[in-house]
């Protein structure tokens, strides 16, 4: 069984184009997180999300908007798609104890390609 | 903002030679942990350490965690090709539960 999923996996699409990606965790985790990762590796974090707050990194454009419909999804919706908004997305999940967090699962990636 | 800087970004090494990476952070960090992401793929979380001076070990595999709990190493004993891959700490510090991540190595073994 898959633990994080997204869809879709590559996405190609024209400047200026809106577009979502879907994410959807099974393992009961009440955090969820899109990052994305640019061609040299860079692992952004973008949104933090669970049931009490949206975290926003405050560098990521309002183009992109995270919508939570529940508890186990977490969907990135993006804007007038520009060029520089190509690269690989990744959602995660976790949860969240303290004073040690839990590990985060990855999905497997949404690579996104805006000619 | 806390910063986790990671060194180096790429090491190429032959197969059966050793191999490190560094993670330094600006700020005391509570946790740090591990991840590899190997090619086209996603990253896997490897270990989580939370002890000052905390060692600990997977096979070929050593993560160390600093006295004072800003610095994290990853030693890989005798490389081999399935080793090849991106390896990412990430740092949690205070009472945040979002990581930093630092920037990644690359490690590329030559058979």
């Known amino acids: 069984d898959t633990a994080v999923s997204q869809t879709p996996k590559y996405l190609v699409t024209q400047m200026g184009n809106d577009k979502s990606i879907k994410c959807e965790q099974n393992l009961g985790h009440d955090t969820m997180y899109w990052y994305k990762q640019d061609s040299k590796k860079f692992l952004k974090i973008m949104f933090s999300y669970n049931n009490k707050e949206l975290i926003i990194n405050e560098t990521v454009p309002n183009r992109f908007s995270p919508k939570s419909p529940d508890k186990a999804h977490l969907n990135l919706h993006i804007n007038s798609l520009e060029l520089g908004d190509s690269a690989v997305y990744f959602c995660a999940s976790s949860r969240i104890d303290s004073p040690s967090y839990n590990e985060q699962f990855f999905g497997p990636g949404t690579r996104l390609t805006v000619l | 903002g806390q910063q986790v800087m990671q060194i180096p970004q790429y090491q190429h090494v032959q197969e059966g030679e050793d191999f490190t990476t560094y993670c330094n952070s600006s700020t005391t960090l509570s946790n740090i942990q591990w991840y590899k992401q190997r090619p086209g793929g996603h990253p896997v979380f490897l270990i989580q350490?939370?002890?000052?001076?905390e060692v600990k070990k997977q096979k070929r595999l050593t993560f160390q965690f600093g006295e004072a709990k800003k610095n994290s190493s990853l030693h890989i004993t005798a490389t081999q090709t399935t080793d090849v891959g991106t390896y990412f700490c990430a740092g949690h510090a205070g009472g945040s539960y979002i990581p930093t991540f630092g920037r990644g190595t690359s490690l590329i073994v030559h058979p």
């Open positions: 350490l939370v002890k000052s001076g």
